[in-house]
Protein backbone atom coordinates (compact mmCIF):
# COMPACT_ATOMS: atom_id res chain seq x y z
CA UNK A 1 0.00 0.00 0.00
CA UNK A 2 1.40 3.44 -0.64
CA UNK A 3 2.52 5.83 2.17
CA UNK A 4 0.15 7.66 3.86
CA UNK A 5 0.26 11.47 4.70
CA UNK A 6 1.21 10.66 8.40
CA UNK A 7 3.84 7.96 7.88
CA UNK A 8 6.11 11.12 6.38
CA UNK A 9 8.65 12.05 8.32
CA UNK A 10 8.51 14.01 11.61
CA UNK A 11 10.61 17.50 12.40
CA UNK A 12 13.90 16.42 14.12
CA UNK A 13 14.56 18.52 17.70
CA UNK A 14 17.41 21.12 16.94
CA UNK A 15 20.14 19.74 19.12
CA UNK A 16 22.00 22.83 19.31
CA UNK A 17 19.13 24.69 21.04
CA UNK A 18 19.25 21.92 23.00
CA UNK A 19 23.17 22.45 23.97
CA UNK A 20 22.23 25.96 24.33
CA UNK A 21 19.46 25.55 26.33
CA UNK A 22 21.35 23.40 28.63
CA UNK A 23 24.69 25.34 28.97
CA UNK A 24 22.67 28.62 30.12
CA UNK A 25 20.42 26.56 32.32
CA UNK A 26 23.88 25.55 34.16
CA UNK A 27 24.41 29.32 34.08
CA UNK A 28 21.49 30.79 35.93
CA UNK A 29 21.33 32.38 39.73
CA UNK A 30 20.33 28.97 41.18
CA UNK A 31 21.38 26.00 42.85
CA UNK A 32 22.16 23.40 39.80
CA UNK A 33 18.72 21.60 39.30
CA UNK A 34 16.59 23.36 41.95
CA UNK A 35 13.77 24.20 39.61
CA UNK A 36 13.09 20.63 39.13
CA UNK A 37 11.24 19.79 35.94
CA UNK A 38 11.10 22.96 34.85
CA UNK A 39 14.52 23.20 33.71
CA UNK A 40 14.04 20.14 31.72
CA UNK A 41 10.93 21.18 30.00
CA UNK A 42 12.46 24.42 28.96
CA UNK A 43 14.97 22.45 27.61
CA UNK A 44 13.03 20.25 25.92
CA UNK A 45 11.09 23.21 24.54
CA UNK A 46 14.16 24.76 23.58
CA UNK A 47 15.01 21.63 21.50
CA UNK A 48 11.25 21.70 20.18
CA UNK A 49 11.42 25.31 19.04
CA UNK A 50 15.03 25.99 17.85
CA UNK A 51 15.72 28.64 20.31
CA UNK A 52 17.98 28.75 23.52
CA UNK A 53 14.91 30.85 24.80
CA UNK A 54 11.67 28.91 24.05
CA UNK A 55 8.15 31.45 24.53
CA UNK A 56 4.73 30.17 24.60
CA UNK A 57 2.95 33.95 23.66
CA UNK A 58 0.95 32.41 20.57
CA UNK A 59 -1.34 29.65 21.23
CA UNK A 60 -3.86 27.86 19.07
CA UNK A 61 -6.38 26.42 20.51
CA UNK A 62 -8.44 23.89 18.57
CA UNK A 63 -12.03 22.11 19.74
CA UNK A 64 -13.12 19.13 17.85
CA UNK A 65 -16.77 17.98 18.47
CA UNK A 66 -18.72 15.31 16.75
CA UNK A 67 -21.45 13.04 17.75
CA UNK A 68 -21.44 9.13 18.75
CA UNK A 69 -23.99 6.91 17.22
CA UNK A 70 -23.43 4.65 20.57
CA UNK A 71 -24.98 6.94 23.00
CA UNK A 72 -28.11 4.52 21.93
CA UNK A 73 -26.53 2.27 24.15
CA UNK A 74 -27.04 4.53 27.40
CA UNK A 75 -23.24 5.21 27.95
CA UNK A 76 -23.39 8.33 28.89
CA UNK A 77 -25.08 10.89 31.79
CA UNK A 78 -26.08 13.24 29.65
CA UNK A 79 -28.33 13.75 26.30
CA UNK A 80 -26.92 13.64 22.77
CA UNK A 81 -28.14 17.41 22.19
CA UNK A 82 -25.65 18.91 24.71
CA UNK A 83 -22.49 18.04 21.70
CA UNK A 84 -24.57 20.87 19.38
CA UNK A 85 -25.42 22.95 22.19
CA UNK A 86 -21.67 23.22 23.58
CA UNK A 87 -20.38 24.43 20.02
CA UNK A 88 -22.85 27.43 20.04
CA UNK A 89 -21.45 27.80 24.02
CA UNK A 90 -17.89 28.02 22.60
CA UNK A 91 -18.65 30.38 20.61
CA UNK A 92 -20.20 32.85 22.18
CA UNK A 93 -17.74 32.62 25.38
CA UNK A 94 -19.49 30.42 28.15
CA UNK A 95 -17.69 27.42 27.99
CA UNK A 96 -14.61 26.49 30.59
CA UNK A 97 -12.61 26.70 27.21
CA UNK A 98 -13.78 29.84 26.17
CA UNK A 99 -12.69 31.42 29.45
CA UNK A 100 -9.33 30.21 29.21
CA UNK A 101 -8.51 31.08 25.98
CA UNK A 102 -9.52 34.39 27.09
CA UNK A 103 -7.34 34.13 29.95
CA UNK A 104 -4.24 32.84 28.53
CA UNK A 105 -4.86 35.16 25.09
CA UNK A 106 -4.77 32.42 22.89
CA UNK A 107 -6.76 31.56 19.55
CA UNK A 108 -9.92 29.26 20.13
CA UNK A 109 -11.04 27.86 16.99
CA UNK A 110 -14.15 25.55 16.66
CA UNK A 111 -14.87 22.85 14.27
CA UNK A 112 -17.77 20.37 14.12
CA UNK A 113 -17.15 17.33 12.57
CA UNK A 114 -20.94 16.09 12.87
CA UNK A 115 -23.59 16.52 15.13
CA UNK A 116 -26.75 13.75 15.28
CA UNK A 117 -29.19 16.89 14.56
CA UNK A 118 -27.88 18.91 11.68
CA UNK A 119 -26.98 22.42 12.86
CA UNK A 120 -27.96 25.96 11.72
CA UNK A 121 -24.74 27.28 10.67
CA UNK A 122 -23.10 29.05 13.74
CA UNK A 123 -21.23 31.95 13.44
CA UNK A 124 -17.37 31.07 14.35
CA UNK A 125 -17.79 27.18 13.68
CA UNK A 126 -16.07 25.48 10.74
CA UNK A 127 -18.98 23.28 10.25
CA UNK A 128 -17.95 19.88 7.71
CA UNK A 129 -20.37 17.52 8.56
CA UNK A 130 -18.79 14.46 8.02
CA UNK A 131 -21.96 12.41 9.04
CA UNK A 132 -24.33 13.05 11.55
CA UNK A 133 -22.58 11.41 13.95
CA UNK A 134 -20.30 7.97 14.02
CA UNK A 135 -22.77 4.97 13.55
CA UNK A 136 -23.52 3.32 16.81
CA UNK A 137 -20.36 1.13 17.13
CA UNK A 138 -21.57 -1.36 19.39
CA UNK A 139 -23.44 -2.59 15.98
CA UNK A 140 -21.61 -0.83 12.86
CA UNK A 141 -18.01 0.42 12.08
CA UNK A 142 -18.20 3.79 13.75
CA UNK A 143 -17.53 5.02 10.45
CA UNK A 144 -15.85 4.65 7.21
CA UNK A 145 -12.81 4.71 5.49
CA UNK A 146 -13.15 7.87 3.85
CA UNK A 147 -14.97 9.63 6.47
CA UNK A 148 -11.56 8.68 8.87
CA UNK A 149 -9.40 10.58 6.58
CA UNK A 150 -11.47 13.51 6.33
CA UNK A 151 -11.12 13.79 9.98
CA UNK A 152 -7.12 12.76 10.14
CA UNK A 153 -7.37 15.89 7.68
CA UNK A 154 -9.26 18.15 9.83
CA UNK A 155 -6.83 17.83 12.28
CA UNK A 156 -3.81 18.69 9.70
CA UNK A 157 -5.89 21.60 8.23
CA UNK A 158 -5.83 22.95 11.78
CA UNK A 159 -2.09 22.96 12.29
CA UNK A 160 -1.65 24.41 8.64
CA UNK A 161 -3.46 27.34 10.01
CA UNK A 162 -1.83 27.27 13.54
CA UNK A 163 1.63 27.59 11.51
CA UNK A 164 0.46 30.37 9.46
CA UNK A 165 -0.06 32.79 12.21
CA UNK A 166 3.30 30.93 13.55
CA UNK A 167 1.97 29.28 17.06
CA UNK A 168 4.20 28.12 19.38
CA UNK A 169 2.44 25.55 21.01
CA UNK A 170 -1.19 23.86 19.80
CA UNK A 171 -3.94 21.96 22.03
CA UNK A 172 -6.17 20.31 20.75
CA UNK A 173 -9.80 19.87 22.72
CA UNK A 174 -12.97 17.56 21.86
CA UNK A 175 -16.45 17.55 22.64
CA UNK A 176 -18.69 14.71 22.30
CA UNK A 177 -21.07 12.98 24.47
CA UNK A 178 -20.41 9.28 24.26
CA UNK A 179 -16.30 9.84 23.54
CA UNK A 180 -15.15 8.55 26.50
CA UNK A 181 -16.60 5.41 25.24
CA UNK A 182 -15.34 5.68 22.59
CA UNK A 183 -11.94 6.60 23.19
CA UNK A 184 -12.30 3.79 26.47
CA UNK A 185 -12.71 1.35 23.70
CA UNK A 186 -9.84 2.75 21.14
CA UNK A 187 -7.66 2.30 24.55
CA UNK A 188 -8.92 -1.51 25.59
CA UNK A 189 -7.91 -2.34 21.87
CA UNK A 190 -4.78 -0.47 22.12
CA UNK A 191 -3.41 -1.74 25.25
CA UNK A 192 -5.02 -5.60 24.90
CA UNK A 193 -6.84 -4.86 28.15
CA UNK A 194 -10.44 -5.62 29.47
CA UNK A 195 -12.84 -2.75 29.63
CA UNK A 196 -13.58 -3.15 33.04
CA UNK A 197 -10.20 -2.13 33.42
CA UNK A 198 -10.55 1.33 31.61
CA UNK A 199 -14.32 2.28 31.50
CA UNK A 200 -14.77 5.02 34.30
CA UNK A 201 -17.63 7.50 34.82
CA UNK A 202 -17.07 9.81 31.92
CA UNK A 203 -19.95 12.89 32.78
CA UNK A 204 -21.13 11.14 35.96
CA UNK A 205 -22.42 7.31 35.93
CA UNK A 206 -22.72 5.85 38.35
CA UNK A 207 -21.33 1.81 39.26
CA UNK A 208 -24.20 0.54 37.72
CA UNK A 209 -23.65 2.92 34.50
CA UNK A 210 -19.97 2.35 34.09
CA UNK A 211 -20.47 -1.89 34.46
CA UNK A 212 -22.89 -1.33 31.79
CA UNK A 213 -20.50 0.75 29.50
CA UNK A 214 -17.54 -1.81 30.43
CA UNK A 215 -20.35 -4.61 29.06
CA UNK A 216 -21.13 -2.30 25.64
CA UNK A 217 -17.32 -2.30 25.13
CA UNK A 218 -16.52 -5.40 25.48
CA UNK A 219 -18.86 -6.67 23.00
CA UNK A 220 -18.13 -4.26 20.51
CA UNK A 221 -14.70 -5.51 21.17
CA UNK A 222 -15.48 -8.72 20.54
CA UNK A 223 -17.52 -7.74 17.72
CA UNK A 224 -15.14 -6.07 15.49
CA UNK A 225 -11.74 -7.86 16.78
CA UNK A 226 -11.50 -10.06 14.03
CA UNK A 227 -11.67 -7.00 11.30
CA UNK A 228 -8.75 -4.61 13.45
CA UNK A 229 -5.58 -5.24 11.99
CA UNK A 230 -4.16 -1.73 12.86
CA UNK A 231 -4.26 1.20 14.86
CA UNK A 232 -6.45 2.90 11.64
CA UNK A 233 -9.05 0.35 11.33
CA UNK A 234 -9.26 1.14 15.51
CA UNK A 235 -10.39 4.45 14.68
CA UNK A 236 -13.06 3.22 11.71
CA UNK A 237 -14.53 1.05 13.89
CA UNK A 238 -14.54 2.08 17.39
CA UNK A 239 -13.23 5.76 17.36
CA UNK A 240 -15.02 9.10 17.02
CA UNK A 241 -14.70 11.68 14.56
CA UNK A 242 -13.46 14.40 17.02
CA UNK A 243 -10.58 11.50 18.07
CA UNK A 244 -9.61 11.05 14.70
CA UNK A 245 -9.04 14.76 14.38
CA UNK A 246 -7.36 15.30 16.91
CA UNK A 247 -4.87 12.23 15.81
CA UNK A 248 -4.61 13.72 12.57
CA UNK A 249 -3.36 17.09 14.10
CA UNK A 250 -0.67 15.54 16.94
CA UNK A 251 0.89 13.65 13.49
CA UNK A 252 0.60 17.04 11.46
CA UNK A 253 1.63 18.87 14.25
CA UNK A 254 4.90 16.67 14.97
CA UNK A 255 5.62 16.88 11.34
CA UNK A 256 5.23 20.51 10.82
CA UNK A 257 7.42 21.06 13.90
CA UNK A 258 4.53 22.27 16.19
CA UNK A 259 5.10 21.44 19.98
CA UNK A 260 1.79 20.30 21.36
CA UNK A 261 0.10 19.85 24.52
CA UNK A 262 -2.30 17.20 25.08
CA UNK A 263 -5.22 17.52 27.51
CA UNK A 264 -7.17 14.38 29.22
CA UNK A 265 -8.10 10.99 28.51
CA UNK A 266 -9.90 11.49 25.49
CA UNK A 267 -6.65 13.50 23.86
CA UNK A 268 -4.63 10.96 25.33
CA UNK A 269 -6.24 8.42 23.88
CA UNK A 270 -6.05 9.84 20.44
CA UNK A 271 -1.94 10.59 21.45
CA UNK A 272 -1.59 7.01 21.71
CA UNK A 273 -3.02 6.59 18.25
CA UNK A 274 -0.95 9.18 16.68
CA UNK A 275 2.37 7.47 18.24
CA UNK A 276 1.02 3.91 16.74
CA UNK A 277 0.51 5.59 13.50
CA UNK A 278 3.88 7.32 13.33
CA UNK A 279 6.02 6.43 16.46
CA UNK A 280 8.74 9.84 15.86
CA UNK A 281 5.76 12.51 16.37
CA UNK A 282 6.16 11.41 20.40
CA UNK A 283 9.20 14.09 20.49
CA UNK A 284 6.31 16.80 19.70
CA UNK A 285 3.75 15.78 22.85
CA UNK A 286 3.57 17.19 26.44
CA UNK A 287 1.45 16.02 28.70
CA UNK A 288 -0.72 18.37 30.70
CA UNK A 289 -2.19 16.47 33.00
CA UNK A 290 -3.42 13.18 35.12
CA UNK A 291 -7.43 13.54 35.26
CA UNK A 292 -9.99 11.47 36.82
CA UNK A 293 -11.23 9.00 34.01
CA UNK A 294 -9.28 5.45 35.41
CA UNK A 295 -8.35 4.93 32.17
CA UNK A 296 -6.11 8.60 31.74
CA UNK A 297 -3.25 6.87 33.91
CA UNK A 298 -3.22 3.86 31.55
CA UNK A 299 -2.60 5.52 28.81
CA UNK A 300 -0.20 8.16 29.84
CA UNK A 301 1.61 5.39 30.97
CA UNK A 302 1.74 3.37 27.94
CA UNK A 303 3.24 6.94 26.58
CA UNK A 304 5.43 7.61 29.35
CA UNK A 305 4.34 10.47 29.64
CA UNK A 306 4.77 12.21 32.91
CA UNK A 307 2.28 14.64 33.22
CA UNK A 308 2.42 18.23 34.55
CA UNK A 309 -0.51 18.59 36.65
CA UNK A 310 -2.82 16.39 38.84
CA UNK A 311 -6.26 18.02 39.56
CA UNK A 312 -9.03 15.28 39.39
CA UNK A 313 -10.12 17.17 35.79
CA UNK A 314 -12.86 15.05 34.13
CA UNK A 315 -14.19 18.02 31.80
CA UNK A 316 -11.95 17.43 28.60
CA UNK A 317 -12.26 20.86 25.98
CA UNK A 318 -8.97 21.16 25.73
CA UNK A 319 -9.34 22.40 29.39
CA UNK A 320 -6.51 20.81 31.56
CA UNK A 321 -3.94 21.60 28.69
CA UNK A 322 -5.22 25.34 29.12
CA UNK A 323 -4.34 25.02 32.77
CA UNK A 324 -0.87 24.07 32.11
CA UNK A 325 -0.08 26.33 29.92
CA UNK A 326 0.72 29.47 32.86
CA UNK A 327 3.15 26.80 34.52
CA UNK A 328 5.56 26.23 31.08
CA UNK A 329 4.79 29.63 30.50
CA UNK A 330 6.61 30.51 33.63
CA UNK A 331 9.44 27.95 32.81
CA UNK A 332 10.00 29.25 30.35
CA UNK A 333 9.87 33.20 31.68
CA UNK A 334 12.48 31.92 34.00
CA UNK A 335 14.72 29.97 31.43
CA UNK A 336 14.97 33.13 29.45
CA UNK A 337 14.98 36.07 31.87
CA UNK A 338 16.60 35.22 34.65
CA UNK A 339 20.70 36.68 35.13
CA UNK A 340 23.13 34.36 35.21
CA UNK A 341 25.79 34.12 37.98
CA UNK A 342 28.12 36.44 35.87
CA UNK A 343 25.97 38.96 35.25
CA UNK A 344 24.51 39.25 38.53
CA UNK A 345 28.00 39.03 40.17
CA UNK A 346 26.70 35.69 42.32
CA UNK A 347 29.42 33.06 43.44
CA UNK A 348 28.95 29.98 40.80
CA UNK A 349 30.49 27.30 42.98
CA UNK A 350 29.26 25.68 45.93
CA UNK A 351 31.65 25.10 48.65
C1 LIG B 1 -22.22 20.28 29.60
C2 LIG B 1 -21.02 19.45 29.21
C3 LIG B 1 -19.86 20.08 28.76
C4 LIG B 1 -18.75 19.30 28.41
N1 LIG B 1 -17.54 19.66 27.97
C5 LIG B 1 -16.82 18.57 27.79
N2 LIG B 1 -17.53 17.48 28.12
C6 LIG B 1 -16.96 16.15 28.11
O1 LIG B 1 -17.93 15.14 28.36
C7 LIG B 1 -18.18 14.33 27.22
C8 LIG B 1 -17.74 12.92 27.44
O2 LIG B 1 -18.39 12.28 28.50
P1 LIG B 1 -19.39 11.06 28.26
O3 LIG B 1 -18.63 10.04 27.51
O4 LIG B 1 -19.77 10.63 29.63
O5 LIG B 1 -20.57 11.60 27.48
C9 LIG B 1 -17.39 14.94 26.10
O6 LIG B 1 -18.21 15.81 25.36
C10 LIG B 1 -16.30 15.67 26.82
O7 LIG B 1 -15.68 16.64 26.06
C11 LIG B 1 -18.76 17.91 28.51
C12 LIG B 1 -19.93 17.26 28.94
C13 LIG B 1 -21.06 18.03 29.29
C14 LIG B 1 -22.31 17.35 29.76
O1 LIG C 1 -10.28 13.36 30.67
C1 LIG C 1 -11.07 13.71 29.80
O2 LIG C 1 -10.67 14.14 28.70
C2 LIG C 1 -12.56 13.64 30.05
C3 LIG C 1 -13.08 12.94 31.11
C4 LIG C 1 -14.44 12.89 31.28
C5 LIG C 1 -15.26 13.54 30.40
N1 LIG C 1 -14.76 14.20 29.39
C6 LIG C 1 -13.41 14.27 29.20
Redesign the pocket.
Known amino acids: MSLQWWQGPCQPLDHVARAKAENRQQQLTKPAGSLGRLEALAIHLAALQGRERPSLDKLWIAIF?GD?GV?AEG????PQA??G??LA?FVSGG???SVLARQLDAALEVIDLGTAEPLPPLPGVRHLQVGAGTQNFARDPAMTHAQVMICLEAGRDSIQRARTVGCDLFVG???????????AALACWLLSCPASELAG?????DDAGVAHKARVIDAALALHQARIDGPLQALIHLGGFEIAALTGAYLAAAQQGIAVLVD?F?CSVAALLAVRLNPACRNWLLFAHHGAEPGHVRVLQALKAEPLLELGL????G?GAALAVPLLRLACALHGQMATFAEAAVAERPN
Not at 75 to 78: G, L, P, T, V
Not at 173 to 183: K, V
Not at 314 to 317: I, M, S, T
Request: net charge negative; glycine share 18%; aromatic share 2%.
Open positions: AHVISAYVTQMNAAIGEMGIGNTTAAPGTGLGIRLGES
